[in-house]
């Protein structure tokens, strides 16, 4: 007979034992991934020519995109990914390795990788301030957990969205990367919300949709959006709202 701290156990179509479904309730804190789900950094093209000394046309510039492409299945790239958000040093060399595999960027991936690291070359979604405000005057507690390689509270500083969070767990911060269960705990300890009365909103599925096996309840945005667009974020006011 299972026991009410473990699931049922399931065969191929789902639970052996019929248990009485757990009521539902809102959220009562939201964590919010970083890149791709509050912020999206600025175009490759316009962080090239800030990067690069010499004017870049159009053809150029396609060349080079065609090389970071490529990079991406470089074994030396692809190794250089693993564990790339424990640290800032695995972050640094996860990505310089990537800029570096096009020959044109190559002596400029260290300018690059600083880039990456400024508040002003990520810009919000056109939708993240006026969510996280209506999320505030619901009454319900913010936090961030995003796999990084150092500190975003001066690019939510930057744009003045930093005054919602109550709690910043960067993954390079704790040794570990999404989704391991010990950063979603930590964020919800520093709200002093249970996991179970929790939020995860981010882009990836296995990182972000991973908070479900540490008791959360997620949700995964659908990738692709361009900076400074609308990302959907409306979706996570009615999460909060409860059922109907």
Known sequence: MPTSQLPPASGPEGPIRTVAPAPVTPPKAVLFDFSGTLFQIQPYEDRIRAALPGAVDEHEMD???????????????????RARD???????????????????????????????RSPEHWLPYADTERTLAALDARGIALGVVSDVGWDLRPTFARHGLDRWFGSWVHSYEHDTEKPDPRLFAHACAELGVAPADTLMVGDHPAKDGGAATAGLRSYVLPGGASPGAVRGLRAVLRLVEGPH
């Not at 040093?89 to 880039?115: M, N």
């Open 63 to 81: 060349a080079i995109l065609i090389s970071l492409e490529a990079g991406l299945s470089d074994p030396a790239v692809i190794a250089a990914q």
């Open 86 to 116: 424990v640290s800032s040093k695995a972050h640094r060399h996860a990505f310089t390795t990537w800029y570096a595999s096009a020959p044109a960027l190559a002596p400029f991936a260290d300018a690059l990788y600083e880039q990456l």
